[in-house]
């Protein structure tokens, strides 16, 4: 089993990986669709066996007092479960996958996996403004991570299988393998590529299916088939665009100063979290959790336009509080909720200043949520793309292109807000910023362009050993000390020139223990210092390592251990500019 693992890390260290990496999305799609399930049930069975009409959403049906209690009871729970976790552990959600991605190679801790998925359900449970599919995004890509590292691939398919638990996350808990495929690709991983778009297209399709098989095929909103009615509208669809940017940006700035002042202690945190959703529960039910159910209504033109404005003013703000006090739900969901509703007050305005030429509200309600969500996200191909699926309806999409336009930009340059998830880990001094020549090296690992043709000698060897291992015509010799620890390599043609000059060689040899030997980092020759590095790393950590340990050369292993029994090839600092100088030059 061992030989035949190390075998399959081999293979998919190599640049025609392509098939085994497909297999491996499809699995990481299986096992995340199935987190995702069981993170949906966790949530969905308590709550239809609590609410009357046996509803999720339906909050709205519970008395005052209850209204306000369960919040607070939820958040003070989750305090409590969050301080038995380390203070690392705590951070969940979407930002900390970028963290991951971009400073630690993707490695999803396991412990945070379990703070987001218990976080996650007590939130929306509990009746906090909350969504879903921003934990599951989290799990997903933590299934993924999770599932890469434990059959010990190189750290840029480990990443490549997080893209794949993010894009079957989202598949699974919109019915909408498209849009997943490229949040994880425009959100997540920020870049395209051919090997790494076909496993994670598997992976979304794995959501979806399971998905399917168990909700069917009905997709998360009650749509109604919709369209443009008249090119007199496009004023109409300006205004929702810059009122979606203006929403938007209002968030991201509220959640991000609110991060910057909130309090140290978890307990008050939570605390507060408790009182502000309890305390507007009160009067406007309809905020609390993920609120799907006022989104259909808001399709379907069901609410009065000063409902509209109310729900939507009380979710942007509770939810940009929650979130930057720290509270481990999702923030995608309540976008939606936001975008349906200020976009059917849009679609209400028309109907009163242009009946004879206005669509129905609901149409600007599936605008609205697609700006939303894109001038947060920053994400204009992932929403439109997620209104497509919604829908089923190609007549949208123009529409929808200058609304979200327009949201994007009014955010961005008007306002001067970054996306939200970004912006997040800016206050923590990070950063998502990669240079397209990190990104590229991030996506190779050492073993794909490594000398191979390298055989280990002893730092003392005598002529017959050096003589016999110079029969391969290996390129470079790895020097190993007495206690197998690598020391530095040295040029083969270099000891062959040697070993040819008599008169030079008897200036070399010297007895030890009995044996004429040759002290190989004595001897004049082309050497390098070297270290050691794992066959999972990048190129990119090779380069971050040979700059920490002050080398020009690595040697890469196999399994923890750095010992001559486990040495795979070498990589130099050269080797590693030489490839993203040249490889895209013509053959």
């Not at 292109?401 to 340059?413: D, F, G, I, K, Y």
């Not at 003392?460 to 000390?481: K, M, R």
């Not at 029994?565 to 040249?582: P, Q």
């Amino acid at each position: 089993m061992a030989s035949l693992l190390r075998r399959l890390r081999l293979q998919l260290a190599q640049s025609d990986a392509l098939p085994m990496l497909a297999l491996a999305g499809t699995f990481a799609g299986l096992l995340t669709s199935g987190t995702i399930l069981l993170f949906r049930l966790a949530i969905e069975v308590p709550l239809n066996s609590a609410l009357p009409g046996a509803h999720h959403e339906y909050f709205e049906s519970l008395p005052p007092w209850l209204r306000f209690t369960l919040p607070m009871a939820g958040a003070i729970l989750t305090a409590l479960i969050f301080l038995a976790f380390s203070q690392q552990s705590r951070i969940v959600g979407i930002s900390h996958v970028l963290e991951r991605i971009k400073h630690h190679q993707g490695h999803m801790p396991t412990s945070n996996f379990g703070a987001q998925f218990l976080g996650g359900i007590l939130c929306v449970v509990s009746g906090q403004s909350s969504g879903r599919e921003g934990p599951a995004v989290h799990l997903g890509a933590a299934t993924g991570s999770i599932m890469g590292r434990k059959f010990a691939l190189p750290s840029h398919h480990v990443q490549l299988l997080l893209a794949c638990g993010v894009a079957a996350a989202i598949s699974a808990s919109f019915n909408t393998p498209i849009a997943g495929v490229i949040f994880a690709m425009e959100v997540i991983v920020m870049g395209y590529s051919f090997i790494s778009l076909i496993p994670v297209i598997l992976a979304a399709v794995t959501g979806a299916l399971l998905t399917r098989a168990v909700y069917g095929s009905e997709p998360a909103f009650n749509v109604p088939q919709v369209h443009l009615h008249s090119l007199l509208e496009f004023p109409f669809l300006v205004l929702e665009g810059l009122l979606m940017g203006t929403l938007a940006a209002l968030f991201i700035w509220v959640c991000v100063n609110v991060a910057q002042k909130a309090p140290k202690s978890l307990l008050m945190r939570f605390f507060i979290i408790g009182l502000l959703n309890g305390l507007l529960a009160l009067a406007i039910p309809q905020i609390m959790g993920i609120g799907y159910d006022t989104v259909n209504l808001a399709l379907i033109g069901q609410l009065p336009w000063i409902a509209l404005f109310i729900f939507a003013l009380a979710k942007l703000l509770i939810t940009s509080l929650n979130l930057g006090l720290g509270q481990p739900g999702g923030a995608i969901g309540p976008m939606l909720f936001i975008g349906a509703c200020a976009g059917g007050l849009v679609g209400e305005l028309g109907a009163w200043l242009a009946p004879e030429h206005a669509s129905q509200s609901g149409f600007y309600a599936m605008l609205g949520m697609a700006a939303m969500m894109s001038a947060c996200l920053q994400a204009p191909l992932t929403a439109l793309m997620t209104l497509l699926e919604l829908t089923n309806n190609t007549d949208i999409l123009l529409p929808t292109m200058l609304v979200v336009v327009v949201a994007n930009l009014t955010a961005s340059e008007v306002f001067k807000q970054k996306a939200l998830f970004p912006r997040l880990l800016q206050l923590r001094g990070l950063t998502v910023d990669t240079s397209p020549v990190e990104h590229m090296l991030r996506q190779s690992s050492v073993l794909s362009i490594s000398d191979k043709d390298v055989k280990v000698v002893s730092k003392f060897s005598s002529v017959d050993e050096l003589q016999l291992v110079l029969q391969g015509n290996p390129e470079w010799l790895l020097i190993f000390d007495t206690d197998k620890t690598i020391l530095a390599i040295i040029s083969a043609s270099d000891v062959a020139s040697l070993l040819l000059d008599d008169e030079r060689l008897g200036n070399w040899l010297a007895e030890r223990r009995g044996v004429m030997v040759i002290d190989l980092l004595a001897i004049p020759a082309h050497r390098e210092t070297c270290g050691c590095i794992s066959m999972q790393a990048n190129l990119q950590e090779a380069l971050d390592l040979m700059a920490t340990l002050q080398v020009t050369c690595l040697s890469i292993h196999s399994g923890k251990n750095s010992n001559v029994a486990s040495v795979m090839g070498i990589i130099n600092h050269d080797k590693i500019h030489n490839h993203y100088r040249y490889q895209q030059s013509p053959n």
